[in-house]
């Protein structure tokens, strides 16, 4: 067997490596939209289901205990979680724009910006910065702790197109001034 060991073959390695890594990141991203779409239909149904028979809480805590019965190597079915999948259609039934958002979010963040902002343009904002800046959770919760939507808001002064080449300073202008969010 001839030996491959040149520099293409290390090209072709690294090529073959970096679409692994990406189609992963993919997959992992597909499973979690579903997994928000799934949640949202959960929340749906319970509510479309109390308002019909005019079920109260208990509802949440009967379905949570059949549910972790059949799906026992599953998590998330906890009565606090399917609280949250309620909570969740009902923060963004009534916002097309939210709504359509939200699925590109984890569910961490998405309970994350559900608990601790409730203004709907703050809501867009977060949500949209994390999509376009691919913002951690601990990210997340450090911009919504320092007011991040209120400074975006604000006309920022920097000195950014006299000390940096014209790209990055649009990229630092853009990463301090996400009005364009």
Same mark, same amino acid.
């Given at each position: &067997?001839? =030996? ?6 290390? @090209? ?8 692994? *890594?990406?189609?992963?990141? $993919? ?23 109390? @308002? ?6 208990? *509802?949440?805590? $009967? ?9 026992? =190597? ?6 606090? @979680?399917?609280?949250?999948?309620? &909570? ?20 961490? #963040? =998405?309970?994350?910006? &559900? ?22 959770? @601990?990210?997340?919760?450090? $911009? ?7 400074? %975006? ?5 920097? =000195? ?6 014209? #790209? ?6 853009? %990463? ?6």
């Amino acid at each position: &067997m001839k =030996n491959i060991a040149g520099k293409e073959y290390v @090209n072709f390695l690294n090529e073959i490596k970096s679409r692994i *890594v990406t189609t992963r990141i $993919q997959a992992i991203r597909s499973v979690s939209k579903e997994l928000i779409c799934l949640y949202w239909d959960i929340g749906k149904s319970i509510v479309e289901r109390q @308002n019909k028979f005019g079920w109260g809480k208990g *509802v949440v805590e $009967q379905l949570s205990s059949d549910l972790n019965r059949e799906y026992h =190597n599953y998590e998330g079915f906890s009565p606090d @979680n399917l609280w949250r999948m309620r &909570m969740f259609y009902l923060a963004y039934k009534d916002d097309q724009k939210l709504a359509q958002l939200v699925p590109e979010l984890p569910w961490g #963040h =998405n309970i994350l910006i &559900m608990q601790k902002v409730k203004n709907t343009k703050e809501k867009e904002y977060y949500i949209t910065a994390s999509i376009k800046f691919g913002w951690s959770r @601990n990210v997340l919760l450090n $911009q919504i702790k320092a007011d991040a939507y209120a400074l %975006s808001i604000r006309q920022k002064t920097h =000195n950014f197109p006299r000390v940096l080449p014209k #790209h990055l300073a649009e990229q630092a202008d853009e %990463s301090i001034n996400c009005q364009n969010i």
